[in-house]
């Protein structure tokens, strides 16, 4: 089997007192999309924290790329292809679009432009406005634009339908899937279960900072206790 592009093993971590990620071990392949669904509050968020270098790591290692990047500071774990679309979007609202851009790509810059607009067609209609101007899902998109002008080799996406209304997380989710067929390998974490579930490949349920359940994607759709707790008790056959 190939070397994971991302491999995270026993991963713990602590605020204060408090055990937030309790021997977290998780895996994404080349070209998979992976996801992580849980209830707020049980560690997703600062799974992904912790994969970027904010949040550091009492225990466990991560491997990005077969590099050991446990603790190592956010910029140096940018600059080797691991790029995340955080939650909340934090976009820089009073910016245009195409400063939002720019400033995302880095070194660069202007150069990805080009290569990357075609996937967003409704940001090329908006490069001039201020970002604060778009809507909700502009929002999204303008965020994982801007993740992926660093040409990510590995996408952290942190609840990307959080706020949306139906239509727009359909269309959020059918662009993870375009950025996956440019060769991007994806981890997403979700309250949405049902919606990551669909989309991806392989995934894990969080809950209290641990990893209860795990395995393909349409299996978890399928299982009782994830339809039980996630799925409003309904068995998705689809």
Same mark, same amino acid.
């Given at each position: ?45 600062? &799974? ?41 979007? *934090? ?16 070194? &660069? ?13 409704? &940001? ?15 929002? *999204? ?6 993740? &992926? ?14 706020? +949306? ?25 979700? *309250? ?6 669909? +989309? ?30 996630? +799925? ?7």
């Amino acid at each position: 089997m190939s070397t994971p592009v991302l491999d995270i093993e026993n991963l713990e971590v602590s605020m204060g007192v408090q055990r937030i990620l309790r021997g977290v071990s998780l895996s994404v392949g080349q070209g998979e999309i992976v996801a992580v669904v849980g209830a707020n509050g049980v560690g997703k968020t600062s &799974l992904m924290r912790a994969l970027s270098g904010v949040y550091p790591v009492q225990g466990g290692r991560i491997r990005f790329l077969g590099e050991d990047i446990t603790n190592m500071p956010s910029h140096r774990i940018v600059d080797r292809g691991l790029l995340q679309a955080p939650e909340g979007r *934090q976009i820089f609202s009073s910016m245009t679009v195409r400063e939002n851009l720019v400033l995302g790509g880095g070194p &660069l810059g202007l150069s990805e432009l080009d290569r990357l607009l075609p996937l967003f067609p409704i &940001l090329s209609e908006r490069m001039q406005q201020s970002a604060g101007s778009l809507s909700g899902g502009e929002q *999204q998109m303008l965020c994982v634009a801007r993740a &992926l002008m660093r040409r990510p080799k590995l996408l952290l996406l942190d609840e990307p339908s959080l706020g +949306l209304a139906p239509k727009m997380i359909r269309t959020i989710f059918s662009l993870v899937r375009e950025i996956r067929e440019t060769g991007v390998s994806i981890l997403i974490v979700e *309250q949405n279960a049902r919606a990551a579930l669909n +989309l991806a490949d392989r995934a894990a349920v969080m809950e209290g900072g641990r990893i209860v359940l795990a395995g393909p994607a349409r299996e978890l759709l399928v299982d009782p206790r994830v339809a039980e707790t996630y +799925l409003g008790g309904h068995v998705d056959t689809h």
